[in-house]
């Protein structure tokens, strides 16, 4: 037997053996392991390379090779770390441990590595955020874990163990439903071979989805948030994705697969959408960007700023509809606005240092105005600045297409129409080619060539160039060789005005340039807005002419309906054949209620009394009602649509289909002598859309009463055109309402009421008289007179629309501006407000920027009707309007000059009442020589004035809000200025009390 001694040293020397043993075996393990995983690795990163390199074009990229290394240089770090671990673990004498420990590590290395070969993408099939990068990936697969704490390693372990379940990807956004470009685009993975773009982003709902375009198209699908997506399969450069849900502004995981090789491969990315998402703030209101027009990009027909310095150019190129909703690209001509306030929100530009611009994209209301507020940081300190835009469209808005280098280029050279060569004319009379940019702007004739007459005179330097250019349209009145934003600064005497040759507009306007495109701007006499476009006269072809040709042969005028009506009819076709009802099925929604159609009428055909309608886009050109057939003891009416497009009508509860072809015609049952709600359908956009309208059919029921209705409706309808001329001495006849009484004038001048019966009030104000706008005026309202009720045609024959914006902005264009004063409740009769501006009473949340107003307010207790003042608080005279200010009860939104809009609409605003210092003063003076030039300068202040007050009143209109000019001021008599309070007193539920204070007033005047 040994000695004690000797059998430890033997134990010893044994157990060290075992261990060296174990070392190697556990290194060659290691060693054989890293060698398998990096060759894997290699080989996967090979297969992707190829896969691009098939897919794409280019040379071959290192990325693969760092790659390689950083796994290597990983990997040796981890042998290293746990050969250290294993030294410290002999010498505390643990080798049985170790030895269990060891193999258990294997066993959890070998599986680690397998599950993190794939998981980059398990997780872009999760639709995770981020991907793991390669050095984390290397980590992972030679074990590094080991040197984590055990917290780590668990977590580690269940996020592996989760990776079977799909999460979808948190694609919310602050953006408003639209279509958006985005702001930049970047993405990694692959080799680079392929390259990844996003043309456009849709958010739908409050959620995002890209378009994502594949520069190659082998890529068979798309994986993203654990679903599937499929190429569109008319795409010709590359491979388009539509739809995929992305998260903006953070990193996506995406998996596409390729066939561009024998096998098929999934690649690997993740992309970055940038685009700005805005923050809600209430310095502005929502806004409502609903809009039946069609889904696409447009170009607004027209587009109005209000605010601001007039340093800063601010257009909108196109407007963008996306489910029935609007989202406007607004652009500054300067690269400091960096944040634009709008819709409640405030959105983040981009700016162009270069172009020298900043563009936003934000929802808006078509055809009203729109509180913005931009900021810049032009200045040392940054400044927020309000503005108003108007952007105006229609189904005839063009489509957009994306400029060549930001300016519309030059008419081809390859054009056979267009002259290749140049020559310099000499003095004389010219027939020379021309053309436009051709957008809603176009020479006659309207097919073939397009030429114009030009007029040379002199030689070199003192040779000038005359054009005389006509259009196929009539919707400009005015021409200016220039800018629009230049047009609207000059004076009038600068403007360029048709002129009526053979039925055509034509104008004269004077040449720069040949050969050259050149600025002109059109100004638009119904929208009071000026278009910018270009023209082109060629030298090339030119011919020699007599002094004195036209442009034109005469035009061949188009017979027009007389019985089509534009908003109340008077004369009708009579018929004798009974129309059969529509067919219909039940309103499952219940859009309209039931009508109670009895009538005391015998059975038979009736002609109507008269006819009205309203409601409405402003699309249709007109409604009218072709007879009325009674059966059974019931009304039916033949309703005719100006337009084809309808194919359903939702009324008396049942949704009825069209009767026959051509025009939209339905008979439907109607209450006579009574408001009916009728709801279209129209298929004329991309998808059909329901249009809400009212109409009004008057029948009496003995022929007696028949005839002496027919003669009050055709008095009704004279006696508004008379209206719109000179104040009236009687009560005009209104379609649905009967006189009451007269209030009285005995000293004002300017202004009559008459009360109807429902608590109706008729006011009228003369704002023409004795002003520089009482020759205009007066031709507008003969000239309304003369048109009224009938519906105008376009050159192609087809009927114009108007909107009720538009036809309200006409009525302020009188002599004399009719007020309908209705009770809250009332139902105004159809039609009515195609004849009168309609004001709510008693009033309330007015807008008040006439100091006199303010004062006659205060006088009846109706302050509370006050919601905001345009007279600075320092002049403001009625105390109690100044204690409204001090208590904050009343709002200074600055003056009429430049009211502060966005404040307007945020306080709910119906109702504006201005001064009459706004209207252009009358020229008294005789013009003589000595006098000429002062003249001239009074004319072209009544002018400037003339388009500021019209911009009030459009932009107003715009809002629905009336405007009323409170000419109190301008009355010649003491009496007649108090006397004013009588208008307060009707519009303010306090007529009583108006009467006694000015009675009051006139006691004082006579003692």
């Known amino acids: 037997m040994l000695c004690p001694e000797l059998n430890a040293v033997l134990s010893e020397e044994k157990m060290m053996r075992r ?8 290194k060659y393990y290691k060693i054989t392991l890293s060698f398998l995983l990096i060759a894997a690795l290699v080989l996967t990163q090979l297969a992707a390379a190829f896969a691009e390199d098939s897919a794409g074009a280019g040379s071959a990229s290192p990325k693969a090779t760092a790659q390689q290394e950083t796994v290597a240089r990983e990997n040796k770090k981890a042998s290293s770390a746990e050969d250290n671990q294993a030294g410290r673990s002999e010498q505390e004498g643990v080798a049985q441990q170790e030895d269990r420990s060891t193999a258990a590590s294997d066993s959890s290395n070998g599986s680690s590595a397998a599950s993190s070969v794939g998981s980059v993408r398990q997780q872009a099939r999760q639709g995770e955020s981020g991907q793991q990068g390669t050095s984390d990936t290397s980590e992972n697969l030679s074990g590094s874990s080991k040197t984590a704490s055990s917290g780590e390693k668990e977590t580690a372990q269940n996020q592996t163990a989760k990776t079977g379940e799909p999460s979808a990807i948190d694609n919310s956004t602050t953006l408003d439903d639209g279509i958006y470009t985005p702001d930049g685009v970047s993405f990694t993975g692959g080799t680079g071979r392929v390259k990844i773009t996003v043309p456009t982003i849709k958010v739908t709902n409050g959620k995002a989805y890209a378009d994502i375009l594949f520069s190659s198209k082998s890529y068979t699908k798309l994986q993203a948030g654990g679903k599937t997506y499929e190429p569109e399969a008319d795409t010709s450069n590359g491979s388009l994705f539509k739809k995929v849900p992305v998260a903006l502004n953070r990193d996506t995981a995406i998996v596409g697969t390729t066939t561009a090789m024998s096998k098929v491969n999934d690649i690997d990315y993740s992309i970055h959408v940038n685009k700005s998402e805005p923050v809600s703030d209430p310095a502005t209101p929502a806004v409502d960007n609903r809009t039946d027009l069609a889904d696409g990009v447009w170009v607004p027909d027209s587009f109005s700023v209000s605010g601001g310095t007039n340093k800063v150019t601010i257009t909108c190129p196109k407007v963008t509809i996306s489910g029935g909703k609007a989202v406007a690209t607004i652009v500054f001509s300067s690269d400091k606005y960096t944040q634009l306030k709008a819709n409640g929100k405030i959105y983040s530009g981009v700016t162009d240092s270069a172009a020298k611009t900043s563009t936003f994209s934000v929802p808006v209301a078509l055809n009203t105005a729109n509180p913005i507020i931009g900021k810049t ?9 309000n503005y108003s835009i108007t952007i105006r469209m229609s189904v005839n808005s063009g489509k957009y297409t994306e400029p060549s280098g930001g300016q519309d280029p030059d008419p081809s050279p390859s054009d056979p129409t267009v002259p290749t060569e140049t020559k310099d004319l000499k003095a004389g009379t010219w027939k020379v080619k021309s053309d436009t940019d051709n957008r809603m702007f176009y020479l006659y004739p309207k097919t073939g060539t397009k030429y114009s007459i030009l007029t040379v005179k002199g030689e070199g330097s003192k040779k000038t160039m005359t054009a005389t250019v006509t259009l196929t349209g009539e919707g400009y009145d005015y021409l200016y060789m220039g800018t629009a934003l230049d047009a609207a600064k000059a004076p009038k005497t600068r403007w360029i005005k048709a002129k009526v040759v053979n039925g055509y507009y034509t104008y004269t306007l004077p040449v720069s340039a040949l050969d050259k495109n050149l600025t002109v701007s059109a100004h638009s006499r119904k929208l009071n807005s000026w278009f910018e476009h270009t023209i082109i006269f060629y030298s090339g072809g030119a011919k020699a002419v007599s002094s004195g040709t036209s442009t034109t042969a005469p035009k061949t005028k188009k017979k027009k309906d007389k019985y089509a009506t534009s908003g109340k009819q008077t004369k009708f076709r009579k018929s004798t054949k009974k129309d059969k009802v529509s067919k219909y099925k039940d309103d499952s929604q219940k859009s309209t209620g039931a009508v109670n159609n009895r009538t005391s009428l015998k059975d038979g055909v009736y002609t109507p009394d008269s006819f009205s309608w309203s409601g409405g886009s402003g699309r249709l050109a007109y409604i009218k009602c072709r007879k009325i057939t ?82 009050e409706a055709e ?40 009360r109807y019966n429902h608590g109706v009030s008729l006011l009228s104000i003369d704002v023409s008289k004795n002003t520089a706008l009482y020759e205009e005026y007066t031709k507008n309202a003969k000239k309304s007179a003369k048109e009224d009720g009938k519906v105008e045609y376009d050159e192609d024959g087809k009927p114009v629309a108007r909107s009720q914006h538009e036809i309200t902005e006409a009525l302020y264009k009188n002599n004399v501006v009719s007020y309908l004063l ?94 009459g210092s706004l209207i252009p003063e009358e020229i008294t003076t005789k013009e003589t020589l000595l006098n000429k030039d002062k003249i001239a300068k009074q004319k072209e202040q009544a002018e400037t004035d003339q388009k500021k007050l019209e911009t009030l009143e459009s932009r107003f209109t715009a809002l629905d809000i009336p405007v009323i000019l409170d000419r109190s001021r301008q009355e010649k008599s003491r009496l007649g200025q108090k006397e004013w309070i009588r208008i307060y007193g009707e519009i303010y539920g306090s007529a009583k009390k108006a009467q006694k204070i000015f009675e009051k007033e006139v006691k004082a005047e006579k003692k």
Do not use: C
Request: positive net charge.
């Open 377 to 385: 940081v032009r200045m040392s300190d940054p400044h927020w600045i």
């Open 822 to 915: 209705v009770p809250e409740k009332f139902d105004v009769p159809a039609g009515l407000d195609k004849q009168y501006i309609i004001v709510r009473i008693p009033a309330e949340k007015s807008y008040v920027a006439s100091n006199s107003a303010l004062s006659f307010l205060d006088a009846l207790d109706a302050v509370d009707g006050i919601r905001l003042t345009g007279v600075t608080p320092e002049k403001v005279t009625a105390s109690g309007v100044t204690k409204a200010i001090k208590s904050r009860r009343i709002t200074y939104a600055e003056t009429p000059e430049s009211p502060r809009y966005s404040t307007i609409i945020r306080k709910k605003t119906r109702l504006a009442v201005l001064p």
């Open 630 to 711: 009674v059966t059974g003891g019931k009304a039916y009416a033949t309703i005719v649509f100006g337009s084809s497009s309808y194919d359903r009508l939702k009324a008396n509860g049942k949704v009825y289909s069209r009767s026959g072809g051509g025009l939209s015609t339905f008979v439907i049952p109607v209450k006579l002598n009574a408001n009916n709600t009728i709801i279209g359908r129209t298929t004329a956009m991309s998808q059909p859309h329901w249009v809400r309208y009212t109409i009004y059919v008057k029948k009496a029921v003995s022929a007696r009463a028949a005839k002496k209705a027919r003669a």
């Open 715 to 754: 008095k009704a309808a004279k006696d508004a055109r008379k209206a719109k001329l000179s104040l009236s001495r009687s009560a005009p006849k209104i379609t649905g309402l009967k006189y009451r009484s007269t209030v009285k004038t005995r000293y004002a001048k300017y202004f009559r009421i008459f």
């Open 19 to 26: 261990r060296e043993f174990v070392l190697k075996k556990k």
